[in-house]
């Protein structure tokens, strides 16, 4: 027996996450605090530039004050070590955020220490990553906790199931297969040097992918009924490709036409036909990232002042 498979709402569980903040923020702004936000965007990379407006755009719909600062491609470690250990010491910021990939010559991972682990709302301190690991509060990478979140939300079980992530990033694979491990679920992490992915994908009840490659994982490949989470966001300009991963779509065609391009996740659009649940693209996962920033920056706001915060 088939049956229609669910469309996790990305776009709806934002909107729940975000006026939830938006009731923490204005109860915090009732005792006189006013949780704080600094992106730092270095150079001028067109998608990083997106994702920090929309970080900004947010943090201003919810009553999070935040700060755009925008060095040169040429500023070099040392100086933004310096910009990173200003912000650290100001009472007024919270939230320190520094917008990946920098430039190469950029030490990334000497800044991502340099960020008080207080005020990492990234979770990328190696601080923050071994309170996850152990299971302690902290600050956790915002695109993973949107994945979390989802599942809980959707009522969809973790504990004791088959989940594969494939994909092992410190920003996604990593913190995901770490959550889905808290949560009780049996955690399997797969990646570029896997052999036979499919043997692995098939047995999976639960399958994160975030590999960064169009329509990578088939519709063979996944166990009927499974709940697929799609963290590609991947933009695809040519149209062999379009007609491959998207076959008789007249919608994609005209977005095709009218753009040159269409955005498609690591999951092909077929493979969602035969599972249980699974999150769309666009419109999944990628909406819930901003979401868990601005929770994030609450939790910071509560947590350097020794306020109470809640665990899920
Ligand atoms: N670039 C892509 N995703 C992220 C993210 O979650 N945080 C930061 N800082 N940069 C990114």
Redesign the pocket.
Known sequence: MTTTPKILDGIAIAGQIKAEVASEVQALKASGITPGLVVILVGEVPA?QI?VRSKVKTCGELGIYSEMLTPPESITTEEMLKLVTELNERPDIDGI?????LPKHVDTKRLLEAVAPDKDV?G?HPVNVGRLQSGQPGLA???PAGIMEVLRRSGLPVAGQNAVVIGRSD?VGKPAAMMLLNASATVTVCHSKTEDLPSFTREADLLVAAIGRPGYVTADMVKPGATLIDVGINRLTDAAEVERLFPRDADRAATFAKRGSVVVGDIEPAAFAVSGAYTPVPGGVGAL?IAM?MQNTVTAAKLRRGLPVETK
Do not use: A, H, N, V
């Open positions: 990083s994702y955020l520094i917008q990946l990939p990234d990328f990478p915002c695109t920003i990232t920033l």
